[in-house]
C-alpha cells in the first residue's frame, strides 16, 4: 500500500510548515507553488546582483512555533537570537536610550531599565505600569487599539516614544485600525508572559535559504505552478490543475494562500469561505536598504535599533554598513520613487546616527509590499482549517491562529491545517492509501 498524497498549494511559511508537518507523518506531500521562488512573502531575491529579504523579518522569543520549524528545517544555526530582549531607540537630539531585560520574573524583568528610561516622564511610566496591569487582567478588550491606549491614560508623547515603535510594526497597522484584542494579545504575549519572550532574533542568511530548507523536506516542488483551481469528484478535491494540466490522484488538498486567492478555487463550493475572505484588507511595508562604505559596523554588536518620531521604525545593519530601513504601515510612503525612498531615509538616519551626516550610499535598493499583512480589524472574522469540502483544508497567517500576521502565526496555521488534513483522513480512510495513513500515524 502507498503513503497518502496531499497537495499544498502555496509555498510560503504556511505552505511549508503543512509540508514539513505532513512528511513527518508518513504523508507524501507535493507543493505547488504561483511564483519561481519559495517561502512567499518571506522571501529573497536579487536586485541588482545583490539578494535582499523582502523586508526585514524579525522572531521573538514567544515565536515558538516558527522557532522549531526552523530547527526542523535544519537551519537554527542561522538564526540570530538575542540571549535577552534590548534594544536601543534613537531619536534626534537625544542620547540613545535603552530597554532590556533584567534577570528578574515576568514582568518584573523590564521594571529596571524602564525606570532609567529617559525618553518618557515620570507620569508616562505610571501609566505604562497601568496599561500593563490592564493587559494582563483584560485580555479581550472591546474597540480598537488607539482607543484603548487613551482610555489607559497613554499620552502622545507615551504612544510615540514606548508604544507605537513595538506595536505598529508588529501589527502593521494604524493602531485606530486595530482590533485592542490584538493589541492587547501583542502586549501580554511579548512583554508579560516569560522573561525570554520579547528577545529579538533574525536570520543570518537570506531568507529564501530557510524556505528552500524547508521545501526540501517535501517530495516534489512545482515552482511557477499558480493553481486556477481544483479537481473535485463527489464532493472531495482529487487534484489541482495548474495551466491546463491537472494533477491528480491526491488524497486531500492544503489551501496555504493569501485570502484573495482563494476566491477562484472556492467559488462555486465554499461561498462562504469566499465571502470570510473578502472581508480583509492588508497594509503595505516598505524596506529602503542603503550600502554605506565603513570601516566597521555602525550599529555595534546589537545590529538594529528603533527610531522615534521617525518615518523609520526600526533600522537593522544586515552586515558592516548596510542598513535596512523598515518602514512599516506604509500607505503614505509605498508609492514613493526609490530616489525619495533613500532621501528621507538616509536624512532619518543621519538625523540620529552623526556619522552618517558626511556619507552618502553607494547602494540603493527598495523592496515594497502593498498587500504585506492583514489588517487584524475590530470583528475581522478569521476562519478555521475546515472549508465546505471534506478533504480540503486552509492555511495561511490570516487564518484563525489567533496571532497577528506574522511568521509564528503561518507556521502555526500551517501545522493546524496538517493536524487536520490527518484527523480527516482518519475519520474516514475510504481508500487504501487513507487506511495506509490509519496504520502509519
Ligand atoms: C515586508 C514584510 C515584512 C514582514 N516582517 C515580518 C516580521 O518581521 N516578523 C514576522 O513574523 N512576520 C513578518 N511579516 C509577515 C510574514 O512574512 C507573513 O505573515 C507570512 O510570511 C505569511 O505566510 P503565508 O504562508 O501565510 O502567506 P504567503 O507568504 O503570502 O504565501 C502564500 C504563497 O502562495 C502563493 N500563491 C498564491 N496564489 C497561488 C496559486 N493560485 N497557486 C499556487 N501558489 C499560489 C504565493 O505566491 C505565496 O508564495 C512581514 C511581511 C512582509 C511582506
Redesign the pocket.
Known sequence: MSAPRVAV???????LAAGMSLRRNGVKVEL????R?L????TSFSVDGVEVD??????LGC?TE?LSFVDEAGMRSRLRMQDRFEVTMLQAGRRPARLSAASLPAPLHLAPSFMRYPLLSLRDKVAVARALRRAAREPQPPGNMAAWLSRTGQSLACRRAFWDPFLV?ALNAPLEQVAARDGVFVIRTAFLSGRDSARIGWTTVPLARVAESAAARCDAVHLR????ALVLEDGAAVGVTTDGEEHRGFDAVVL???PH?LAP?LAGCDAATVATAAAFTTQP?V?VHLWYDVPQALLGSAGFAALIDSPVQWVFEKAPGYLCCSLSAAADTVQLAESELARRCHASLAAVMPRLRAMTPHRVAV?R?AD??FVPSPGLRRPGPRTALRNVVL????TDTGWP??????VR??RIAAATVIETLRRQPASAAETELAHAV
Do not use: Y
Open positions: 498549494v502555496g509555498a510560503g511559511l504556511a505552505g505547488f507553488e504561483r511564483t521562488l517561502g512567499g512573502k518571506a523582502n523586508g526585514q523579518h524579525v522572531v515565536c516558527f510594526p505552478s499558480g493553481v486556477s496555504a494562500l493569501p486567492r478555487l511595508i524596506d523592496t509590499d504585506a499583512t492555511a495561511g497567517t490570516w500576521a506574522t511568521m509564528e502565526s503561518a496555521s500551517g
